[in-house]
């Protein structure tokens, strides 16, 4: 079994009930969701072994999150108890026009407050073949991006995989430097690089010829320009990805995604995705198939099938987490897609 390192902010998720509003609120569901434990619950699910590393404060709300990573699968022995809060995110969902708004309390979190030798990385990377980070955790705080530069440095240097999800947040680059300066640093040490029709160009400029992102509609080539262009910016990266979203509205998106090899642009079919439950942790669930199929050995084309299937499925799941087994990815990558019942 592989194992598969991920390290970033796990934060509790307040959702009004039945897409209410923020100001009708009078409950709030609660679960648990970041970037990097996504992705670990997704690879857990794929019967990876899934290391999580994260900062969770030691009291009862902290032992709360890591039951719910634990209960998925997840591997959280190397989780730091430490500081005093979980950070928090209010997500108010969408529906139809009216996109969905998302509002931190994060400040202060324990991860936040996180430095440079607080995590043992040799022990973390004992015997582990992939790290992988996303650049909403530099974001958070310098002590997040040092500690993070720090873990990249030792992966490259053992000869890990390491893989980015560049993950542009634009409320959360706040603590003094540009994200593009940070970034560069942590980028330049990574295998495989994956991001959405904006984060190349929010983060480091890179932009597609001839495409107005604005306009929601996507056309899969224009994106081979931003591979190619980091590529040539990160010379040690294998492989580019990008998933592509067409909003239709908030609740209807068309939904693929490509995969560049530095000759090749593979693209994978395209998903109508007509009544979305949750599109939070889209991205990452398209981030956990892509590592499950490459470590797997599947070919490209069918390692980028295989992450566009999952992260549609991810669609109409409640909450951050992809709970899909391989069985039901594949046979979605290779089938018709209808939701037909399952006898």
Known sequence: MATVVTYGEIMLRLTPPGFERFVQAR?????YGGGEANVAVSLANYGIDARFVTALPPHE???ACENYLRQYGVDTSYILR???????????????????KVIYDRAYSAL????????????VFAGADWFHWTGITPAISAGTAETLQEAVEIAAEMGITISC????????WKWGKQPGEVMEGLVEHADYAIGNEEDADKVFGIRPEGVDVEAGELDAAAYESVCQQLMARFPKLQKVAITLRTSI????NLWSGVLYDGET?????????????????????????LIYALLSGKSDQEAVEFAVAASCFKHSIYGDFNLMSVDEVEKLAGGPGTGRVQR
Do not use: T
């Not at 409950?27 to 679960?31: G, I, L, M, R």
């Open 27 to 31: 409950s709030f569901d609660v679960v």
């Open 61 to 63: 709300i902290g032992d």
């Open 82 to 100: 430490q500081g005093d809060r979980l950070g928090i995110y209010f997500l108010e969902m969408g529906a139809m026009q009216r996109g969905s």
């Open 112 to 123: 936040s407050e996180i430095k440079p030798g607080d995590i043992d990385w040799r022990s």
């Open 165 to 172: 999800d560049l993950n542009y947040r634009s409320k959360l």
């Open 249 to 252: 509205s908030a609740s209807h």
């Open 265 to 289: 642009l593979f693209q994978a079919k395209e998903y109508d995705v007509s009544h979305m439950v949750d599109r939070v942790g889209g991205g990452d669930s398209f981030c956990g198939g």
